[in-house]
């Protein structure tokens, strides 16, 4: 995809905590780090817990130092900015839960616009309508007027990224934005963030564990791989060239590229070929995975379980070795199942 400009590129940046007099050497997160986040495009940053997800966007929102490299911010060093200009060309939506009531939504939105107004400086009639469209881009109209203790996650998490609109930055970054909300609410704040990078032309820098959504949405992933490597791209290309898949390496599951999802188990039991209806297959395939089948979609296996489907009803017809079974749900084909294997 071809991008209109270079919001914040790095090279050999290296990440991580500086040495303390009592303990000799510093603690390096990740090195030799060269990525671009562009406008108008939407980065999922994905790693394992403790890889450095937290470490990378504080650094390159200023908030920490570097161990060494180069940080540029629209084609200038970042050291070269105070926290006030880093703060009119990026926002940040950190971890931190909201401590502070007695304060509106409208108001905390308006804490965006503090970098041109100063803390307690009023809003301009400019100030407003920037105020206000955050208000309509993020669609939380209907309660401006809510004290900002009375929200709930997904309400909160919204408040937070109209607050980071109404900064007006070329770029956000968002730590973590979909922890603890239900899937329609994650779905949701995904989506959103999308259209805003799409049409407003923002670089968008998210970090997440939503793999699967991470790899519908976005544009680029950055992975953060437990070595300290930091490897970027297209989410297709890095699942087909695998480096997706061994980031996330684990002993008890396994990435599926034919599928983009993880297996829970390794398969220890007999295989299966599975064919018929595609809807029917792909539920069929869970269940026999989960229950420790192997399924295959070629034939040559002893067992086969083929779908059937009329309208909204399934049915599993079922040939293992001689014998044969209709079962008209998912749970009647697995205890048919385990009497032969
Ligand atoms: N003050 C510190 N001094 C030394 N090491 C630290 C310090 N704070 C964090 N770390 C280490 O830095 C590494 C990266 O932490 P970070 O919080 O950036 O990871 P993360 O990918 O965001 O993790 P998670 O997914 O669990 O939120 C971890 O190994 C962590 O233990």
Redesign the pocket.
């Known amino acids: 995809m071809e991008f209109e400009k270079q919001i914040i590129s790095t090279e050999e940046l290296s990440i991580g ?1 500086p040495a303390r007099r009592t303990m000799g050497t510093p ?1 390096v ?1 990740a090195s030799d780090i060269d990525v671009v986040l562009n406008s108008g495009e939407i980065v999922c940053l994905l ?1 394992p ?7 990378l966007i504080r650094t390159l929102t200023g908030l920490h130092r570097p161990l060494g490299g180069l940080i540029e911010l629209e084609d200038q060093k970042l050291q070269a900015f105070s926290a006030k200009q880093i703060a009119k060309k990026v926002s940040t939506v950190l971890t931190d839960r909201l401590t502070i009531g007695n304060l509106s939504v409208y108001e905390l939105v308006s804490f965006g616009r503090s970098p041109y107004t100063g803390w307690f400086g009023s809003l301009s009639k400019q100030d407003e309508e920037i105020v206000d469209w955050a208000i309509q881009s993020t669609g939380i109209e209907q309660f401006v007027n809510r004290d900002v203790l009375r929200l709930s996650d997904g309400e909160r998490q919204k408040v937070m990224i109209a607050r980071a609109l109404a900064q007006n930055t070329s770029a956000i970054m968002l730590d973590e934005p979909t922890a603890h909300l239900d899937l329609p609410n994650r779905v949701e704040i995904i989506r959103l963030l999308r259209e805003l990078a799409h049409d407003t032309q923002k670089g968008i820098l998210l ?1 997440t ?1 939503e793999l699967d959504l991470a790899l519908k949405a976005a544009d680029t992933l950055w992975l ?1 791989d437990m070595n300290g490597n930091v490897i970027t791209g297209t989410p297709e290309d890095l699942v087909l060239d695998g480096t997706f898949e061994s980031v996330f390496e684990r002993d008890s599951f396994e990435f599926d590229r034919s599928t983009g999802s993880f297996k829970l188990l390794h398969p220890q039991k007999a295989p299966i070929y599975l064919h018929g209806d595609a809807v029917g297959q792909f539920w069929t395939r869970r269940a026999l995975e989960r229950s420790g089948y192997q399924v295959k979609e070629s034939n040559g296996t002893d067992i086969q379980v083929e779908v059937k489907r009329t309208g909204n009803d399934f049915e599993w017809r079922l040939h293992c070795c001689e014998d044969h079974f209709e079962c008209n749900s998912i749970e009647v084909m697995l205890e048919q199942l385990k009497k032969y294997c």
């Open positions: 905590f603690t997160v790693g817990n403790g890889s450095g997800k937290s470490t970090s564990h953060i």
